[in-house]
T-cell receptor
Framework: SQQGEEDPQALSIQEGENATMNCSYK?????LQWYRQNSGRGLVHLIL?????REKHSGRLRVTLDTSKKSSSLLITASRAADTASYFC????????????FGTGTQLKVEL | SAVISQKPSRDICQRGTSLTIQCQVD?????MFWYRQQPGQSLTLIAT?????????ESGFVIDKFPISRPNLTFSTLTVSNLSPEDSSIYLC??????????FGSGTRFTVV
């Protein structure tokens, strides 16, 4: 399977703390994307990092990409209760057309 | 970015029947993607729907079970046929937004009883 692996599977933190999620994948990619899903609903695109980029920021989000290790991390700083959701990485594979392959996901719970 | 209206949002279906899910996009898009998310799992691509041609199915998914229509550049339907309890999942459609990633519909969650 080309599916990426994410760890941890579940993460529980206090509001104000930082949350870090990791994603590993298996083959060459064009880009890697992170999505959030609230309560089994539709996914919301958070950030896209291209294969020639190493780090990207968007608000409280910081994404890194290490293509030599085939891994990425998502850091959410100063977490809020509203950040409670499932987070998925997804890769657009080289030569894979427009298809996305999703990772296994991390369930984040931010407690007050 | 595009906005997708997906219907129905949820349903309870009888075993052996079929359910059709609709996705309407507020702009023209070349490809639409259909995903399945089984309980507690990640998303798995079912098929890619192109306007004017047959959908391209991923390994493990067949047209007889998951027929797809794509009559124009803003609309697509996915039917899940001959329902069994194993089909109980969330089904999502999505469209590509270039370097802004993909936009997803709000999902259809159904339970087969």
């Amino acid at each position: 399977s080309q599916q990426g692996e994410e760890d941890p599977q579940a993460l529980s933190i206090q509001e104000g703390e930082n949350a870090t999620m990791n994603c590993s994948y298996k083959t060459s990619i064009n880009n890697l994307q992170w999505y959030r899903q609230n309560s089994g609903r539709g996914l919301v695109h958070l950030i896209l990092i291209r294969s020639n980029e190493r780090e990207k920021h968007s608000g409280r989000l910081r994404v890194t990409l290490d293509t030599s290790k085939k891994s990425s991390s998502l850091l959410i700083t100063a977490s809020r209760a509203a950040d409670t959701a499932s987070y998925f990485c997804a890769t657009a594979l080289t030569g894979g057309g427009n298809k996305l392959t999703f990772g296994t996901g991390t369930q984040l719970k931010v407690e007050l | 970015s595009a906005v997708i209206s997906q219907k129905p949002s949820r349903d309870i279906c009888q075993r052996g029947t079929s359910l059709t899910i609709q996705c309407q996009v507020d702009s023209q898009v070349t490809m639409m993607f259909w995903y399945r998310q089984q309980p507690g799992q990640s998303l798995t691509l079912i098929a890619t729907a192109n306007q004017g041609s047959e959908a391209t199915y991923e390994s493990g998914f067949v047209i007889d079970k998951f027929p797809i229509s794509r009559p124009n550049l803003t609309f697509s339907t996915l039917t899940v046929s001959n329902l069994s309890p194993e089909d109980s999942s969330i089904y999502l459609c999505s469209v590509e937004q270039g370097w802004d990633g993909y936009t997803f519909g709000s999902g259809t969650r159904f339970t087969v009883v």
